[in-house]
């Protein structure tokens, strides 16, 4: 059973995303432009795919990026920037907002 954010970021992955993000491969380098590796790629992917289905949640929620901060107990600009791609954020704030959302945090294995 796939949990809301691996279903959100599924579904996300496939779609347009909230406002402005456009597809999740769209995403912003953050602070790569210019990366080539593999795993910088698959890390900018995430953290789309991530802010996407956290975005996604909360306004779902009706929640302002003030009452995930809140709840989540960071700072709202935290929330925005986490949300925009304007900087990469610590794995403990995903999980605090995830946690907050009610979302589950995953990493699966590809079928080969």
């Given amino acids: 059973m796939l949990s809301r954010l691996q279903a959100v970021s599924q579904s996300a992955s496939r779609r347009e995303g909230p406002a402005s993000y456009g597809r999740a491969g769209s995403w912003p380098q953050g602070p790569f432009p210019r990366a080539k590796d593999p795993g910088t790629r698959q890390a900018v992917s995430l953290a789309a795919e991530m802010a996407i289905a956290i975005r996604s949640t909360r306004a779902a929620l009706g929640w302002s990026q003030s009452d995930l901060a809140e709840q989540a107990g ?37 079928h080969r």
Wanted: aromatic share 6%; glycine share 8%.
């Fill in 74 to 110: 960071v700072n709202r600009g935290t929330v925005s920037r986490m949300e925009s791609g304007a900087s990469w954020v610590d794995l403990y704030v995903v999980a605090r907002l995830a946690a907050a959302l009610d979302l589950r945090i995953g990493v699966e294995r590809p």
